[in-house]
């Protein structure tokens, strides 16, 4: 069993930035896809963005249009931890963030991720 554990939220200003971690543990999870999402308030959880294994250590991100050149993901397997870097928020960034592991098929779809986090609070204020 995989348990993920999200860490970093809080209240931003809009324009400022926040840096979220996700620590795995359980077992390593090298080769699986692990990734972000977000849920706002009566809205769906949506995809922010994940990485997938490219060999050796080397990970491939990929971003959902709304955060590319805000948002950067990175990964360290041998610590088993995912990190995201949240730049030049919004107010619509707004919402419970997500850590998700273990993704086949469609990446961006959060049924298709096995392991979820707990979720962890950003709220920006414009």
């Known amino acids: 069993q995989v348990q993920l554990v999200e860490s970093g939220g809080g209240l931003v200003q809009a324009g400022g930035s926040l840096r979220l971690s996700c620590v795995a543990s359980?077992?390593?999870?090298?080769?699986?896809?692990m990734g972000w999402f977000r849920q706002a308030p009566g809205l769906e959880r949506e995809f922010v963005g994940t990485?997938?294994?490219?060999?050796?250590?080397?990970?491939?991100?990929y971003y959902a249009s709304s955060v590319k050149g805000r948002f950067t993901i990175s990964r360290d397997s041998a610590k088993n931890t995912l990190d995201l870097q949240m730049n030049s928020l919004k107010a619509e960034d707004t919402g419970v963030y997500f850590c998700?592991?273990?993704?086949?098929?469609?990446?961006?779809?959060?049924?298709?991720?096995?392991?979820w986090g707990q979720g962890i609070q950003v709220t920006v204020q414009s």
């Open positions: 998700a592991a273990e993704a086949s098929g469609r990446y961006e779809a959060p049924s298709e991720y096995a392991y």
């Open positions: 359980g077992r390593t999870l090298i080769s699986v896809a």
């Open positions: 990485t997938r294994w490219a060999g050796g250590t080397t990970y491939i991100a």
